[in-house]
């Protein structure tokens, strides 16, 4: 392999974008020109009605076209890094740490008030046909016939619901569409968030440290430069040369930071209860 995978994990909304626009101002750091391919790593497990996946899904057959993609990212950028976002893969890591062995993780985490707040609002959103036309490339040819009849049960469903909300949005947690049904928004997006931290915390408290550094989205805002400098020194090792410009420094802009103590009543007893034991093993503050 003439490339290393570097995989960003972290749940829906916790800064994965902001990190991976800046990390790819690099020079021999290169992504996808679309959001997330999820429908890549989904590739070969179409059945499986959420999005956590092991080694046992890491088929060869599956390995072979997940490898693949990632080949051709290499061969058009000419890139010694590849760097991946998707979201649904903070449910998957085994998986993806059987598809590519000597993949290295930056694993990053916000507070998941905050996170729920921002998530409920892209469970109400509407289509964005140019996001949409981006992702539409990389649909592996096969499965287009599946993701497109879901496509078009999701926003038909969102048309004729009270509250113009999708059944589903972002990463599958087992009972997602059960939970959608019958919980409040905020519910969903609490279970949501807690569902993709502790499979993270799971996988990569099993794995070596040498290839995984762990952030905070709020540590990251708060001082980029210093947060990126880490994650550099991390990966290619103390005494590097490679710097983060200022323009892309100065891109790294703080969403709500603690916006969810101005809006506590949005929130259940039943969401913040979801959330607990993960915010605290992370250090954030109790709701009170």
């Not at 080949?71 to 893969?89: D, F, G, M, P, Y």
């Not at 020194?233 to 200022?246: A, M, P, V």
Request: proline share 4%; charged share 25%.
């Amino acid at each position: 392999m003439n490339y290393q995978p570097v995989i960003i994990i972290g749940a829906g909304r916790s800064g994965t974008n902001i990190l991976r626009d800046t990390l790819t101002t690099l020079e021999d750091w290169h992504t996808w020109d679309c959001d997330e391919i999820n429908l890549i790593w989904r590739h070969g497990n179409l059945s499986l009605s959420s999005d956590i996946m092991d080694e046992t899904h890491a088929r060869p057959s599956v390995k072979h076209y997940i490898q693949r993609a990632f080949e051709r990212q290499h061969k058009l950028s000419k890139c010694s890094v590849i760097l991946e976002k998707t979201c649904a893969n903070s449910l998957r890591v085994p998986f993806i740490d059987a598809v590519f062995p000597d993949a290295r993780y930056i694993y990053i985490a916000r507070d998941g008030r905050d996170v729920a707040l921002s998530a409920a609002k892209r469970w109400t959103a509407s289509i964005e046909f140019s996001y949409l036309a981006k992702k539409l490339r990389y649909v592996p040819v096969t499965d287009v016939p599946v993701h497109g009849l879901s496509f078009v049960r999701n926003r038909m469903a969102q048309l004729f619901s009270q509250e113009k909300r999708q059944p589903v949005w972002g990463p599958k947690f087992p009972e997602m569409r059960e939970w959608a049904k019958n919980r409040p928004l905020i519910e969903v997006c609490a279970k949501q968030w807690a569902t993709c931290v502790r499979h993270s915390d799971v996988a990569f408290s099993a794995m070596s440290s040498e290839k995984v550094i762990k952030i905070s989205y709020e540590n990251l805002v708060a001082e980029p430069g210093a947060i990126m400098g880490e994650i550099l020194e991390w990966y290619y090792g103390k005494g590097h040369s490679r710097k983060i410009s200022n323009d892309a420094l100065s891109g790294i802009h703080a969403g709500s930071l603690q916006g969810w103590k101005h809006k506590r009543g949005v929130f259940t007893d039943e969401a913040l209860e979801i959330m607990s034991e993960e915010l605290e093993k992370h250090g954030y503050e109790p709701s009170v």
